[in-house]
């Protein structure tokens, strides 16, 4: 029973993604990750459109957040 931990639901927060514009592809990103103005799906190369979804916030201000030293 050591092992035993509380896991804390983590917050969610809503969150500007981009997601591809195929009907028959799952492929989506956070902005934060996006390599360019109009990103492209990595799955399967077509034009991603904005959209927005709720996730978990992680690491996700890392990229944001200065790290201290
Ligand atoms: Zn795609």
Redesign the pocket.
């Known amino acids: 029973m050591r092992f035993q931990q509380q896991v804390e639901k983590p917050p969610e927060v809503n969150l500007k993604v981009w997601a591809?514009?195929?009907d028959e592809?799952?492929?989506w990103m956070r902005d934060n990750f996006k390599s360019d103005e109009n990103p492209d799906?990595?799955?399967?190369?077509?034009a991603?459109v904005e959209d927005e979804r709720t996730l978990p916030v992680l690491e996700n201000f890392s990229a944001v957040k200065k790290k201290e030293l």
């Open positions: 591809c514009g195929s592809c799952n492929g799906c990595p799955l399967c190369g077509h991603m």
